[in-house]
Each structure stands twice: as structure tokens, then as C-alpha cells.
């Protein structure tokens, strides 16, 4: 029986888990409320948050799992990608277990936990298998050919789908984090009332800064344009209405661009390297119309497609703690000197 204890804390989640043989055991997220009045993380906030809830949510995971500390056999945490003030409250505090119980580092690649993900639920993609990988900071596309062998075969050249959606919802005066909230107000719009356009970018990488400004300009000419255009600058009395009036098809609108945006790389990601087990990760993989669209994709193009559960998507260590499993297996461990690291390569 090999058991891992996992620590996720690279942004703004404190999370543990508790896997047994590949199996999730318990799963314990903290979110931090401290930054929504801000309008985005404030990663001094953020390190002080994970501060005070690492110890209950380890305690909690662990006592959920029915599990000991002393049973534990590895401490695996998020060493890369994120804020590394975050990074290094979860990666001292790993350290210091594994040092304390004389047990093995295992050190994670957070976005490849994302894509990993979906090996925690039965059905689970066989090998090679396509993951589209969307979060706040992240938007690849990964061809996976094991659990320790991935690589990223396209990506954003600027914002992460997170982002266009986030910075979206900014503009239409929402608070932070703003994709949930176009997501909800988007299942009464109509997808087509509004046009924005699609990037044309080469290859499987993706854009989404152009959008953005098409988003500000059609608002800031409440509707008329999503050009430049000073004939059409409305008041800001004028552009508040607007929103008002319209704003479950504006959501819906820009959903529906941003989900084309990401499923037509991944048709073509797709039939270039003729995969066709074709996974989502990552926070934005909650978004219901991207749901909706993989599994319509999936269906026409007869993939087999594969969404995590929700408590999966998003920031969470369970993601952490399979990643860590499979490491284990491949006796991947690290020194106890081992840095976090804000970025990280692949
Ligand atoms: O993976 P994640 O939890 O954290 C990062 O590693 O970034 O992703 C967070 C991102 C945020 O941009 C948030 O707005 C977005 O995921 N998100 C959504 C939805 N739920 C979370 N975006 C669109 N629709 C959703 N339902
Ligand atoms: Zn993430």
C-alpha cells in the first residue's frame, strides 16, 4: 500500500489530500476570501492566508482518510508554477514533514498535476491522450504519452482563457474572479448576438488580447462596434445601461468566443497528431459551455473526452496527490534542498 500526502499552495487554495494506491481518500480546499475586494489576488494576503490554514487542512484531510501521519509514505507539493510566496509556505512545510518523519520529497509540476487530473476517475484517457489545460494563468495544449512524460504542443502567446474571461468580466464591472459569474449569466444569453472575432494565429497556439480589446471598444460604444470608432463612444450613463439591459447575451457572447477559441486548437491539435483520447483541465474546464462544446466536439469527431470532477478542475491538491503517486512509482523523489520556483520548465 503506498500512501501520499499532498499540499497544493501555489496561488490562492490551501488544499491537502490524502491518495491510497491512486485512490483520493479526501480532498480538503480552503479558499481565500480576503482577496475579492481587491479585484484579484494580493499575493502578500495570500501567504499569510495559506499560514493560517495549512495545519487545519492537512489535520482535516487526514483525519478524513482515516489516515496517520506516521502511515504516510511520501509528502508530495506544488513546487512550480505560481506565486512563490505561496509556493514556499506549502514547500517548507513539506520539507519539514518529510524531514520530521524521515519520509520522501516529492516535488510537482502544478500544471502537469492539472493535466493528471483525469487519471483520478474511472473512465480514465488511455496513453497517448490530448489535454487541453485552461486556467487563470495557464492555456496549453499537452500531448501526455505517461504520467511522467508530457509535453506542452501549443500555448497562449499572451492571456490565459482564465484571464480573457476574468479581465472580461472586469470590464462589465464584476467582481473577481469574474469566469463563473459570465458562466452563469451566459445560460440565459444568446451566444450569437453578439460577433467578436477569432484570432488568426499560426499553428496550436492561442491569443487572447485581441479579444479583450474588441470587448473594450464594444463596450465603451455600448454595442455599436467593436472597433474604434469615436462616433459610437457612449456616456458612461449610456455604457452602464447597456450592460444592464443586455448583459446575460454579452456573457454568452463572449463564452461562446472564448470556448470556439480553445475547441477549434483542439480539433486541430487533434488531427495533427491523430489522438483522439481528449482531456480538459484546470479551472476553466468548470465552464459549462466548454463542457458542453468538448462533449459535442467529442461526439462529431468520435473522440473519447474526459472532464475531471469538478472538485478536480479547479486549484486542489488531489491533483497533487495522484501526480505524487505516480512519481513514487517512478521513484521520482526530491532533496530535501529542492527550491520552489515561481516558473518553471517543462
Ligand atoms: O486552475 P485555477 O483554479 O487556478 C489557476 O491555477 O489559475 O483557475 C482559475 C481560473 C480563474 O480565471 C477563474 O475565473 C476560472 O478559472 N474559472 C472559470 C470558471 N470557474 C473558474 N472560468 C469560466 N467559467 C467557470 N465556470
Ligand atoms: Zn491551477
Redesign the pocket.
Known sequence: MIIILAIES??D?TSAAVCVDGKILSNFIANQTVHEKYGGVVPELASRAHMQHIVPVIDSALKTAGCELSAVDAIAFTQSP?LIGSLLVGGQFAKSLALALDKPLIAVH?MQA?VLANLIDDPKPSFPFLCLT?????TQIVRCESPTNMKVIGETIDD????A??KS?KLLGLPY????L??KYAKEGNPNRFKFPEPQIAGLDFSFSGLKTSILYFLQNAGKSNQYKEEFLATEEERKQFIENNLPDICASI?HRIVTILLNKLKKASIETGISDICIA???S?????RKGIEEMGKKYHWNTFIPAFQY???NAGMIAITGYYKFLAGQFAELSVNSSARAEW
Open positions: 501555489s496561488c487554495e505560481g502544478h492539472h485552461v486556467s487563470g494563468g495557464h490565459a482563457a482564465g484571464e474571461f476574468d468580466a474572479p469574474g469566469g463563473p459570465i458562466d463564452q484546470g479551472g476553466v468548470a465552464n459549462s459551455g466548454l478542475c479547479t486549484d
